[in-house]
């Protein structure tokens, strides 16, 4: 029923990040060059035609974002930072990386870094200083605060990873901010000094050929500096029945500790910084606890009227809960609040269950994260694409001996920490660690189910569907740049609309699993469904029968 996938080359425009389909490297966990057991750019730089080799090759990558690769006590495996300006010896040098831009730019694919600028190492000599005593001058880069009378910290504020926000330090007698790791103490960006400084290290990378951050935290950049405590989240609060045990914040409204309206200040300022340069782009990570509506309405807050972040991603696709009464509420929800911003999606990163086993995508349900995936390449926006996925990566079930993360390390059993989703790619069933190195015992235990090699040889493969599917995006202006439009949903089924001047595309999604048929609102005049597709569907005039987890593409 397919046609043939005879697409048209289509020109980029100078905004290439709308169009663009980007590709999160977790550097640590992709290709191991020199058998130490850990990922490294080389790595990278070696693997990068299977994302796209400048010739119609690989999967057809767009851009990468590389997770910090700085240099790092690794208390949060780069999160935190040493010196914003250098490469981590794990990772390799600044060599290295200028030939990894140079080598990515000839394959036409854009480098974005993840800069972590909320909080730095305590081993960051600008923190080595500011811990010296209240008159250095450093004394004010992050932020400090006394002792209530008592001894206790400041406030009631709680650190994500657990416990208070604030660690006390001896030496200056005071207490610092850590929104995070007590190793990752908060820098302090009302002060001048600490954003001119910031600054420099984004002009740094950018001088190095650069085309865009990921920015960590974006929204914890601003405090509330009279120090209030937090709100207690009142006992019949839906969100504290829902709230995840991983997050001991949910008992709190954080409205002082974080989201203050000064943060769109700081990203403001930024953005002068990033245009700069021209044709760069920016994403942020946005998230709150308070509640999915409010995520995103302040993940569209970042992107609007053309001075704040360019994209900003949520945690609202990264839920557990996927359906289509869901999906459409967030797509929608995002559509009325961003006004002329720009979305941007993904369904897994480093932080959260792979896609695979959060979606229990397995047995009846083989096949929806095949549907999942070719909606998020569907959808108004800039899609991410998780390493991995195209191999069908499923979480891994680590054990206490193998905990590497500190999340797991200090909250075992309660919490088991972010291994699972960090496994190494599996590049070649037939080779020692399944490719990602010589046989050195890897950071993690390399143990996914399905390697590339297996994937490629596999017709209905996620590999060979997402390969098709990003020459579809690429071929029809109308999934790069269309208005969307919901059509309908129908026993668990979601029918939208992208749509150009000149093309009309409609697309239909089963998240049951059971089939379904459906009147759509006008003939197919081309069928655009990948031919890979496991769960195919038949179409008869305007009758669509759609399998369970069964994707649908067309030009109408």
């Not at 690989?58 to 490469?87: E, H, K, M, R, T």
């Not at 600044?94 to 190492?121: G, P, Q, T, W």
């Not at 709680?158 to 850590?178: C, I, K, M, N, S």
């Not at 990203?267 to 995103?296: N, Q």
Request: net charge negative; proline share 5%.
């Amino acid at each position: 029923m397919n046609s043939p996938n005879n697409y048209l080359n289509v020109t980029v425009s100078e905004d290439w990040w709308k169009s663009a389909v980007f590709y999160q490297i977790y550097p640590r966990s992709f290709c191991d060059s020199n058998n130490d057991g850990i990922g490294d750019l080389q790595g990278v730089t070696k693997k990068l035609d299977h994302l796209n080799d400048g010739n119609g090759g690989g999967l057809g990558i767009d851009a990468i974002w590389l997770s910090p690769f700085f240099p790092s006590p690794q208390a949060d495996f780069g999160y935190d930072v040493s010196d914003y300006c250098n490469i981590d010896k794990d990772y390799g040098t600044l060599e290295d990386f200028d030939n990894l831009v140079a080598e990515a730019h000839k394959r036409e694919i854009k480098v974005v870094l993840d800069l972590v600028l909320n909080h730095s190492s305590d081993q960051h000599e600008w923190f080595k200083e500011s811990r010296l005593d209240r008159t250095n001058s450093k004394a004010d880069w992050y932020v400090w605060a006394d002792p209530k009378p008592n001894g206790e910290p400041p406030n009631n504020w709680l650190a994500v990873f657990g416990g208070a926000a604030w660690t006390y330090d001896p030496q200056r007698e005071q207490y610092y901010l850590h929104n995070f790791l007590a190793e990752q103490p908060d820098l302090n960006w009302y002060n001048p000094q600490v954003r001119e400084a910031l600054a420099e290290v984004v002009r740094f990378w950018m001088n190095r050929g650069v085309d865009g951050f990921r920015l960590d935290t974006a929204n914890y950049y601003a405090h509330d500096r009279e120090l209030r405590d937090n709100p207690k989240r009142p006992a019949d609060s839906k969100l504290l029945e829902d709230g995840q045990e991983a997050n001991p914040l949910s008992g709190y409204i954080t409205k002082y500790s974080k989201d203050r309206p000064e943060n769109i200040e700081f990203i403001h300022y930024l953005r002068k910084i990033f245009d700069e340069k021209a044709s760069f782009t920016s994403i942020g990570e946005i998230g709150s606890s308070e509640g999915l509506d409010e995520t995103l309405k302040l993940g569209a807050d970042y992107v609007k009227h053309g001075d704040g972040l360019h994209m900003a991603y949520t945690f609202a696709m990264l839920s557990k809960e996927m359906n289509a009464e869901y999906f459409d509420h967030v797509v929608r929800f995002t559509e009325d609040m961003i006004e002329d911003g720009w979305p941007c999606w993904s369904l897994s990163n480093h932080d959260c269950t792979r896609m695979m086993t959060r979606f229990n995508c397995f047995a009846e349900r083989e096949g929806f994260q095949q549907m999942m995936l070719l909606l998020l390449l569907s959808l108004r926006g800039t899609p991410i694409i998780y390493y991995g996925e195209e191999v069908d990566m499923e979480e891994y079930p680590i054990s206490k001996e193998e905990v590497r993360d500190p999340q797991g390390i200090h909250f075992w059993p309660k919490i088991k920490g972010r291994d699972g989703c960090r496994l190494p790619f599996p590049w070649d069933s037939t080779l020692a660690n399944q490719g990602f190195n010589s046989g050195a015992k890897s950071w993690l235990p390399a143990k996914n189910a399905l390697s590339l090699d297996q994937a490629k040889a596999s017709p209905d493969s996620s590999y060979n569907v997402l390969r098709e599917m990003l020459k579809i995006r690429k071929a029809f202006p109308a999934l790069q740049r269309g208005a969307f439009r919901r059509i309908l949903i129908e026993g668990n089924s979601y029918v939208f609309e992208r749509k150009t001047e000149t093309e009309t595309l409609l697309i239909a999604a089963n998240f049951s699993t059971e089939e379904q048929h459906l009147k759509l609102p006008a003939k197919v005049e081309q069928d655009l469904t990948p031919q890979a597709l496991k769960r195919s569907c038949t179409l008869k005039n305007e009758q669509l029968v759609l399998p369970g987890c069964g994707y649908f593409i067309g030009k109408i």
